[in-house]
Each structure stands twice: as structure tokens, then as C-alpha cells.
């Protein structure tokens, strides 16, 4: 008897070791799975590292394409003149204070302001990103324009050293009391920053302007705030752009067609929730800028945009106030 309790103990002993074994087993196994799902994730971030060739879809939801006008007008943006501005009138923007709502880079709103010498044109876009794009591009403009004057200049210099000194003094006595005599600097005078700006925002949510515009553009950007604001975002940005245009001002639309909408659906919830529930197709925007929102007219601006590229032929219109 008294052997078989001795043994007794040590068996509980060996009991306890192969719990505690057993409890370490269990614990070495749950460290072990926890750094297997590391590994994983190690192995998934190394194998997309090591596969730089592999293309993953960006998508960006409001419309705020990277690169959107290298695809649109082409390689070099800020040297080929994008055909939506070959279309529209001098009239709407010499001399004007002008918007341009989802300017995206802004290379169009620089392009409009060199061409058609605004008094000035303010570019708005909700990606904050892109409005520093649009102020890298501005400079780059500024540089471009500045070398161009200073090539003309040159050239002019070179012309006036071949007539006589007598001319040369008129040429510059005028020239000077033209700099001299008149506080008012044409738009062609005056360098691009002065007349062009950038700000990030949302133009659906944001507060309404200080200042009203005798022109606003809004190009390609209608079915981004119809996606994502439904039939009461698109309402509204209407409104809002008449009530910001002065008496006799022109809203240069280009909007896009339905089919456009379709391809664009599923780029998030809302704009796959919201395109269920749109009433107001683009084939409705007509009626609905003239008999309610208020606008005294339609002109056709264009139905065929020549030199644009596959996807981009789109009408253009402008609305009178």
C-alpha cells in the first residue's frame, strides 16, 4: 500500500507536466497561426512588390481622373489646344469674370484665360490633389508665356535696330508714355497668375460666392454630381450657377450621355445606389435649365466636336440668363 502511494504522486506530477506541455503546445500553436497570417500578409505585399507589372484598377469616384487631359488632348497638355476651345465665342470671356466648376489640372481654364484674354477665371475642383496640379501647370504656363514675350521682344528689338535713330526715339517715347500714362493693364498685358486662380471645393456643398460671373463653364462634370448627389445635387448646382451669373451671362454646358452614366455606376455604393433612383435623364437638362431653374434660352453650340478623341464627341451648349 504504501509503495502504490508513492507512485500515486508522481503520476499527478506526470499529469501536470502533459497538461502544461499540453498548454504550451497550445499557445506555441496560436503564436505560430498568428505569424502565419503575417506571412501572409508579408508574402501578399512581397509577391504585389514583386509583381510590378500587375495593374490594379484606380477608381476615382468623383470623375478626378489623373492625367485626364493627357488621354484627352494628348501627351503634352499645355502645347495642344483641347477642341472644346476652338468652339466657343470670344464674347463670353474677353474682358469677364468667369468660373470654370470641375476644372480638374486646370489646363483648360489656362488654355481659355491665354486665348480669349478674361479678366480673370476662377477654376474650382473637389480633389485637392489636382488643384496643386492646377497651380504646377499655371506656373508652367507663366514660364512658357514669359519666353515667348521675351522671343518676340528680341525679334522686335532686332527690327527697330534697322531704321533710322530718328523712328527708334519716336518708337520708344511712345512706348514709354503708353507704360507710363495708363494705370490700366489689358488682360494681354497683364502675366496668367493675375488673371487665373484655383481652389479646392465642393460645389454642391459649398457656401454660395461673394462675387457673380458674366461666364461659367461646366464641361464633362454633371454626371459626376448627378452620380454622387442624386437628382437634388444636380438641381442645385443649377441653381446655384444661375443665381451666381449676372443679368445677360452665358452657362457653357457639355454634359455627358447617358451611356456615360451606365459605365460609371459601380465606381462606389452611392453612385450605384443613386443611379437607381435618377429621374432626370440628360435628354431632360434642357426643359429643366429653361422652364425651371430660369434660363431665357439655348444655343447649340456645337453638336459634333471635330479632332477630339473616341469617347469625347460631345455636344456643347450654352444657356443665356
Not at 470623375?63 to 483641347?82: A, H
Not at 508665356?145 to 511712345?174: I, L, R
Not at 463653364?217 to 454622387?228: A, G, R, Y
Request: with cysteine; hydrophobic share 30%.
Amino acid at each position: 500500500m504504501a509503495e502504490r502511494n508513492e507512485k500515486k504522486p508522481k503520476r499527478i506530477e506526470n499529469t501536470q507536466k502533459q497538461q502544461n506541455k499540453k498548454q504550451d503546445g497550445e499557445v506555441k500553436k496560436e503564436e505560430n497561426d498568428g505569424n502565419s497570417e503575417e506571412m501572409a500578409k508579408s508574402g501578399q505585399e512581397t509577391q504585389e512588390k514583386s509583381n510590378p507589372n500587375k495593374k490594379f484598377k484606380k477608381v476615382f469616384p468623383y470623375g478626378n481622373y489623373k492625367s485626364y487631359y493627357g488621354y484627352r488632348i494628348g501627351k503634352g497638355p499645355e502645347r495642344e489646344e483641347d477642341p472644346r476651345i476652338r468652339v466657343l465665342k470670344k464674347e463670353w470671356f474677353e474682358g469677364k469674370d468667369c468660373l470654370d466648376i470641375g476644372c480638374n489640372s486646370g489646363v483648360v481654364t489656362i488654355q481659355i484665360a491665354k486665348k480669349y484674354n478674361c479678366k480673370s477665371i476662377l477654376g474650382l475642383d473637389i480633389d485637392s490633389a489636382l488643384i496643386e496640379e492646377a497651380f504646377w501647370y499655371l506656373r508652367k504656363f507663366v514660364k512658357m508665356e514669359f519666353a515667348e514675350k521675351k522671343n518676340t521682344n528680341n525679334t522686335n528689338v532686332k527690327a527697330v535696330q534697322d531704321v533710322n535713330e530718328s523712328e527708334q526715339c519716336t518708337t520708344k517715347s511712345s512706348n514709354e508714355g503708353a507704360d507710363n500714362g495708363s494705370s490700366h493693364q489689358s488682360s494681354c498685358e497683364r502675366n496668367l497668375s493675375d488673371i487665373v486662380s484655383f481652389r479646392q471645393e465642393n460645389f454642391v456643398r459649398s457656401r454660395p460666392h461673394d462675387k457673380q460671373y458674366d461666364t461659367i463653364l461646366c464641361l464633362s462634370v454633371t454626371k459626376w454630381i448627378h452620380l454622387n448627389w442624386g437628382d437634388d445635387g444636380l438641381i442645385t448646382a443649377f441653381a446655384k450657377i444661375w443665381r451666381l451669373l449676372r443679368p445677360g451671362g452665358v452657362f457653357v454646358l457639355e454634359p455627358q450621355p447617358w451611356s456615360s452614366y451606365e459605365r460609371n455606376r459601380t465606381v462606389s455604393e452611392t453612385t450605384r445606389s443613386n443611379f437607381r433612383d435618377i429621374k432626370y435623364r440628360p435628354d431632360f437638362f434642357r426643359e429643366m435649365l429653361l422652364d425651371k431653374i430660369g434660363f431665357r434660352r439655348v444655343e447649340v453650340v456645337t453638336s459634333d466636336l471635330s479632332g477630339t478623341r473616341t469617347g469625347f464627341n460631345r455636344p456643347i451648349f450654352a444657356y443665356y440668363k
